[in-house]
């Protein structure tokens, strides 16, 4: 959909980088804002408590959108008509959806080997490596500048990652290996993974969620792998070797312990069964 630029869509980005939100946030609101508008054909400012209600019941149940895209839009709504149009009575009526708790897809390690060694193109490999030895997020290694590698103390800076906060992640001996190919066959000055017409902007995420699925069917995988999945795997297999959860946390830049203890509950390998101990397993002949 081609957003076009209206006043109130004006006030609307002005309030939010008052706020200094990413840009990825920035365009995610106007974008919600723009669909809500354009589904009833009318300006947000003209629309009211059953309009929202009626828009929200389309989206779940016609469109089928998923919690998180959900609540994205329930966001956007709520700063329209809190911070904008200043409606704060009507931004109370308007309520989030109640999340779905699933467990993360997660990659074994010989699924991670598959899956890495699937992958053709110089500059996926190097990506994806980083992406699951660092446990960084898609939009992180998309920005990822030559100056964020510190090879003397093995870690990668990763600059405003959620939340605007610095942190540092994890810098393994094989994906700097592959980094200083990468650097040594592109000669990369600012940006690691620049955009290939225009080299001041990262690469574009869609770009990487793509790499992602072609070395997934590749490499034979049957679940359901997105970039987010080398996250989860990292996290986990940090954990199923001993790490403390905090330690994993802390790398993964979780603001709160809660976030982290999901990778707790996806485990249980280390843990025998009781009836193992009770029936024995068959020997192989």
Same mark, same amino acid.
């Given at each position: 959909m081609?957003?076009?630029?209206t006043?109130?869509r004006e006030?609307m980005r002005?309030?939010?980088?008052?706020?200094?939100v990413?840009?990825r946030t920035?365009?995610?609101y106007?974008?919600m804002?723009?669909s809500f508008a354009?589904?009833f054909?009318?300006?947000p400012?003209?629309?009211?408590?059953?309009?929202?209600e009626?828009?929200?019941?389309f989206?779940r149940?016609v469109?089928k959108?998923s919690y *998180?895209w959900?609540?994205? *839009?329930v *966001?956007?709504?709520?700063?329209?008509?809190?911070?904008?149009?200043?409606?704060? #009575?009507l931004?109370q009526r308007?309520?989030?959806?109640?999340?779905?708790?699933?467990?993360?897809?997660?990659l074994?390690i010989d699924?991670?080997?598959?899956?890495?060694a699937a992958i053709r193109?110089?500059?996926?490999r190097v990506?994806?490596?980083?992406?699951y030895?660092?446990g960084i997020r898609l939009?992180e290694?998309c920005?990822?500048?030559?100056?964020?590698?510190?090879?003397?103390?093995m870690?990668?800076?990763i600059r405003?990652?959620?939340g605007?906060?610095?942190?540092f992640?994890p810098?393994?001996?094989?994906a700097?290996d592959?980094?200083?190919e990468w650097?040594?066959?592109?000669h990369?000055?600012?940006?690691?993974f620049?955009? #290939?017409n225009?080299a001041?902007?990262p690469?574009?995420?869609a770009?990487?969620?793509r790499?992602?699925k072609?070395a997934a069917?590749?490499?034979?995988l049957? #679940?359901?792998v997105s970039p987010?999945?080398l996250r989860?795997?990292?996290?986990?297999?940090l954990?199923?070797?001993?790490?403390?959860?905090h330690a994993?946390?802390v790398?993964?830049?979780?603001?709160?312990g809660?976030?982290?203890?999901?990778y707790?509950h996806v485990?249980?390998?280390?843990?025998?069964?009781?009836l193992d101990?009770i029936?024995?397993?068959k #020997?192989?002949?």
């Open positions: 081609v957003i076009t630029t006043p109130l006030r002005q309030a939010l980088r008052i706020r200094n990413s840009p920035e365009y995610i106007i974008h804002v723009a354009a589904h054909r009318r300006s400012d003209r629309l009211g408590r059953p309009h929202i009626q828009y929200l019941l989206i149940d469109k959108v *998180c959900y609540n994205q *839009c *966001c956007a709504l709520r700063f329209l008509y809190l911070h904008v149009l200043d409606r704060p #009575k931004v308007i309520p989030y959806g109640h999340r779905e708790r699933h467990l993360p897809v997660v074994s699924e991670i080997v598959a899956f890495l193109f110089l500059r996926d990506m994806l490596t980083v992406l030895s660092a939009g290694v920005r990822l500048r030559v100056e964020d590698i510190d090879s003397s103390r870690l990668l800076w405003q990652g959620k605007h906060k610095d942190r992640a810098l393994s001996p094989v700097l592959l980094l200083r650097w040594l066959a592109t990369p000055k600012g940006l690691l620049p955009n #290939k225009d001041s902007r690469l574009s995420p770009t990487v969620q790499a992602v072609v069917r590749e490499a034979g049957t #679940k359901r987010h999945t989860h795997s990292f996290a986990t297999h954990v199923e070797q001993g790490s403390p959860v994993v946390g790398m993964l830049g979780h603001a709160h809660r976030t982290t203890e999901i707790t485990t249980p390998a280390q843990v025998r069964s009781p101990q029936l024995p397993p #020997k192989k002949e």
